[in-house]
């Protein structure tokens, strides 16, 4: 079965603090997506990637295809980072239209 | 532009009720996506339209409808609700297959 990993669960860093959220899947992908969920509940795609690395403000995402792992790093971490982020992976293959979903990890950052 | 819009934002149903959760978007994206959150778990394909008057099968279409008439509309119907359909929906539409996916605020249904 296909499945996407997400690793930590949960975690809780201080503000300032550098963060790191992994991401790791089975088999050959074509995209890799990071995506936000808001405390309210609404979800916002931050990246899409299928190589390489990717960086918007103090976002950034990286992708080790060889690996199949993928990580988000945030830098220099604040309160309003705390939000639900979501991995998910399309598989390679014709008719691909699904995105295969990790389960999340909640991240709280702490004044 | 107001991006994707659902329609309620919280419903509870009892058993057996019908219902239609509403989606809509304005930026003319071809694919539209129907997705289910359940508490702990990944979002869940249900059902996907690559264009008016075409939809298909996702992970767990079972309970569930869908019609896409327009391009901007994508309406999930709810025939005979169970409380197994209690979750949070989100729509979600992208301009292509492998093009980022923008999702709509929610609906959070409870079925009792």
């Known amino acids: 079965k296909n499945e996407v990993e997400q690793s930590p669960q949960n975690l809780t860093a201080q503000e300032g603090e550098f963060i790191t959220i992994n991401c790791s899947y089975s088999?050959?992908?074509?995209?890799l997506h990071w995506l936000q969920q808001h405390p309210g509940g609404g979800i916002v795609s931050l990246f899409m990637?299928?190589?390489g690395k990717k960086k918007h403000g103090r976002l950034i995402a990286t992708i080790n295809i060889q690996e199949k792992h993928s990580s988000l790093h945030i830098t220099a971490s604040h309160p309003r980072d705390s939000a639900v982020y979501i991995c998910a992976v399309r598989y390679s293959g014709a008719g691909s239209y699904q995105l295969t979903f990790g389960k999340g990890t909640k991240l709280s950052v702490i004044p | 532009n107001a991006g994707v819009t659902q329609t309620p934002k919280f419903r509870i149903l009892k058993i057996g009720q019908s219902m239609t959760l509403q989606c809509a978007q304005d930026?003319?994206?071809?694919?539209m996506y129907w997705y289910r959150q359940d508490p702990g778990m990944g979002l869940k394909l249900i059902y996907y339209s690559v264009g008016a008057g075409i939809t298909d099968k996702g992970e767990v279409p079972n309970g569930y409808n869908v019609s896409r008439s327009t391009t901007e509309d994508f309406p999930l119907r709810l025939e005979l609700a169970a409380p197994s359909q209690t979750s949070v929906y989100f729509c979600a539409s992208s301009r292509d297959r492998v093009d980022e996916q923008f999702f709509g605020p929610g609906t959070r249904l409870t079925v009792l």
């Open positions: 990637l299928s190589s």
């Open positions: 088999v050959g992908i074509s995209a």
């Open positions: 930026m003319n994206h071809n694919y």
